[in-house]
């Protein structure tokens, strides 16, 4: 007597599982592209040795950062200044206009540490009219040791919808492929429960 498969192909078990390798494997793509674009997070900021002054353009407006590194290079200089800093007093000035910018503390304390730079969040900004602006940088009391403050962005948005991109294509596939998996699963226990439904 020939015993025939009864409900669905058990064939959808191994589609269920491929949807949800597909899905992993995207993350994965996804994942290193935030990687990659959080390593050149250094490499965005634009670097001020304080005290002292320097002109910075603005290409995009938003939200931005000054840094403090305390461990930092540039021009084959390297410096250690320790983790605290204190009397630094800090002005962003537009070329254009003349006008201020405000600067504020941070509502929380961004870090990062890549290769030989390490440092965190000092102050905050918003550049609202992109252009070309005046950073200085000066002890309110007296003089002090040379430090490294750094401004840019304090996480790069196309890493963050990478990552969140990636996330959201993971658990997307994986409930689609345990979907497929379970209702599989479901009708063929169902089928083989049938009266007169063969047995497979």
């Known amino acids: ?13 191994g ?3 491929l949807v949800i390798l597909a899905g992993l494997v995207i993350f994965v793509v996804f994942l290193m592209q935030s990687l990659t674009s959080l390593t050149g997070l250094t490499d965005s900021l634009t670097q001020v040795v304080a005290p002292g ?7 995009e407006p938003g939200r931005y950062s ?6 930092s290079v540039i021009g084959g200089r390297v410096y250690r200044t320790g983790e605290n800093i204190h ?49 200085s940088a000066q002890y309110s009391e007296g003089a002090g040791p040379q430090v490294v403050l750094a401004l840019g962005r304090a996480f790069p948005i196309k890493a963050i919808m ?11 596939t ?4 345990a979907l497929i998996i379970v ?17 497979g």
Request: hydrophobic share 35%; with cysteine.
């Open 162 to 172: 990478a990552l969140m991109s990636g996330i959201g294509i993971l658990v997307g």
């Open 87 to 135: 009397g630094m007093q800090c002005t962003l000035i537009s070329r254009e206009t003349g006008e201020e910018v405000t600067l504020s503390p941070p509502s929380g304390k961004t870090s990062y540490h890549m290769g030989s730079r390490q440092g965190y969040s000092l102050l905050r900004f918003t550049i609202d009219t992109p252009g070309t602006y005046e950073f």
């Open 174 to 177: 994986f409930l689609i492929g």
């Open 1 to 13: 007597m020939n015993q025939h498969e009864s409900g669905p192909s058990a064939l959808f078990y």
């Open 15 to 17: 589609l269920g599982a």
């Open 66 to 71: 000054v840094f403090y590194e305390h461990n």
């Open 53 to 59: 002054t320097k002109e910075i353009e603005f290409s």
């Open 183 to 199: 209702v599989t699963l479901i009708k063929r226990h169902r089928a083989r429960k049938q009266p007169g439904a063969p047995y």
